[in-house]
């Protein structure tokens, strides 16, 4: 069974920091991208970042772009998302995501056949 866990979110005062953590386990981790979203209140969800180290790449949403970085820690099965400089727009529930078959990292986050996490609240106060 395909298990994602985010943890690491909470509350921080703009400009802070936060590391998510997304564990996974049920599938060989090391052949598929793994990808961050998030979704405010009100607004779509938004593909964030992905990693994927059989293509050897990772991708950053202009959004983010600069201030967070996706990393993996393939003996441990766990991506992280380092998030420096938060601001008040980027309050939303941060979900991790991987493909039910092998698809390219930007495709991960474009497409919805994904195993989802159950999410992890980020509030940042202004």
């Known amino acids: 069974e395909v298990q994602l866990v985010e943890s690491g979110g909470g509350l921080v005062q703009a400009g802070g920091s936060l590391r998510l953590s997304c564990a996974t386990s049920?599938?060989?981790?090391?052949?598929?991208?793994i990808g961050w979203f998030r979704q405010a209140p009100g607004k779509e969800r938004e593909g964030i970042s992905c990693?994927?180290?059989?293509?050897?790449?990772?991708y950053y949403a202009d959004s983010v772009k600069g201030r967070f970085t996706i990393s993996s820690d393939n003996a441990k099965k766990t991506v992280y998302l380092q998030m420096n400089g938060l601001k008040a727009e980027d309050t939303a529930v941060y979900y991790c995501?991987?493909?039910?078959?092998?698809?390219?990292?930007?495709?991960?986050?474009?497409?919805?056949?994904?195993?989802w996490g159950q999410g992890t609240q980020v509030t940042v106060s202004s």
């Open positions: 049920g599938f060989t981790f090391n052949n598929y991208a």
């Open positions: 990693i994927s180290s059989r293509e050897g790449i990772t």
């Open positions: 995501a991987a493909p039910s078959f092998y698809v390219s990292c930007r495709s991960v986050l474009t497409q919805n056949k994904n195993y």
